[in-house]
């Protein structure tokens, strides 16, 4: 059975691992992964020192919701309107780049959709709206 769910995406500034950190004991979150870009190693050497232990990815499990984080690879403050994205997981990546595709109808791709080493099937794209949403496919077990 195809899934599709809709979660809201932090991205940080450097502090993701501190954000985690507070919104563990602010409330209640509970990690579920965690990837730095170090942990990375399709990419060994993309990433300086000082980025390979900034979040790539994290998810915790807040109640019956999730929340996902990320910091931002490089030093430039985020653009106005991507601190939150919404990020739309499905466990197909056909599925995925179906909707990655409605999306970006009149709208842009931030970074195009393909596969990429935290998920199968990845893309991040600004609608004809401005809003961005993060389409990500979760890894199969």
């Known amino acids: 059975m195809i899934t599709v769910k809709l979660t809201p995406y932090l991205n940080m500034e450097g502090n993701a691992k501190k954000a985690i950190q ?23 050497n993309t990433f ?35 601190q939150v994205t919404i990020c739309i997981s499905t466990n197909d990546v056909e599925k995925s780049k179906r909707i990655f595709e409605a999306l ?7 970074m ?15 609608d004809k709206f401005g809003v961005t949403f993060q389409v990500y496919t979760e890894i199969q077990n």
Not at 113 to 126: A, H, I, L, N, R
């Open 22 to 44: 507070f919104y563990e004991q602010a409330i209640g979150a509970e990690v579920l992964s965690i990837m730095t870009y170090g942990d990375m190693s399709e990419m060994p």
């Open 48 to 82: 300086t020192d000082d980025l390979k232990d900034l979040v790539a990815h994290a998810k915790l499990q807040v109640g019956g919701s999730e929340l996902m984080f990320s910091d931002a690879p490089d030093s430039s403050p985020i653009e106005k309107g991507k």
């Open 104 to 110: 970006q109808q009149d709208g842009k791709f931030n």
């Open 112 to 126: 195009p959709f393909g596969e990429e080493p935290f998920s199968p099937g990845f893309g991040d794209v600004t």
